[in-house]
């Protein structure tokens, strides 16, 4: 008898969690009435896989009354629902950005204390310069870019947030792409959906000693549901240095090292039939007066930088 109440039991329940699972029907649109296509739908508290909504924004999902959505747009806007009838119309806005501060927990960004500035890449696309770092000159408050020489495989300037020093022995910033620790030379700045520059401990915990320098977080664009676009650039850049160092001829240079020798109290380097030749210039080839900055370096120089991309 204890068997058949046991399944009796086991029947009533499942059909209980059969009714309470309902089919939910979301229109996800902007602020205009325009649908939100390619919108991911995710049911937080859930192992379900995220919902992708169609080209005119509908989307049908499995949930129970009372459940929590995460919705999340290809242009990084977020938003949570609660799902309280079986037909939902979300309106998604401008201002709809979260901050996860736990596992399936968000606050709206502007409610957040931790100092995250956000460059857009329309505003990355009014820079001239080619390097996508040295498009960061003065766009986030707390981010110094300074220019050095690089290297023949890495011309990114360096990058401080907050300063110089740093716990971890350097002041490297961490920079993600996409999650992944890239550098910023590896990509062009007409792939940059926006960038994310973390300063302060509320904003790099999750990324322990290796965010304490502050964090560069840069989004790439993503695909449009339905839909391609084809962007080519062209770049043509002429580049010329701004100040040069002026150097004295051999002659003048030969006068000061033997005078500076003859202060140390130590004997001079060049004996007067060398410094009569480099004043005359008669023996070129022992006695040399060359400028080689002038002989190898060009008064302006020009650079071309092609780009073609397909979002679809």
Known sequence: MKYIKFIIALIVNCQFWVVNSQTIHVLLTDEQGNPAACAGVKILNSTNDVDISAENGNLTITADIGDYLLISTYDLKQKVVQV???????VIS???RLTSVGKNFFIPEKETTAAVPIINGEKIMESSALNLANTLYGLAPGLAVLQNGGTEWNNDPAMYIRGLGGLSGNSEVLILVDGFERPLSSIVKE??????VLKDAAATAIYGLRGANGVILVNTKKGIFNTTEIAVSYDHAFTSPVRLPK???AYTYALGMNEARRMDGATPVYNDYALERYRLGDRPLLYPNVDWVDEIFRNS????QYNVSIRG
């Open 84 to 90: 309280t009838d079986t037909f939902l119309n979300i």
């Open 94 to 96: 401008d201002n709809d």
């Open 191 to 196: 792939d940059v959906e926006n960038i994310q």
């Open 247 to 249: 150097f004295v001829d």
């Open 301 to 304: 120089g020009a650079t071309n």
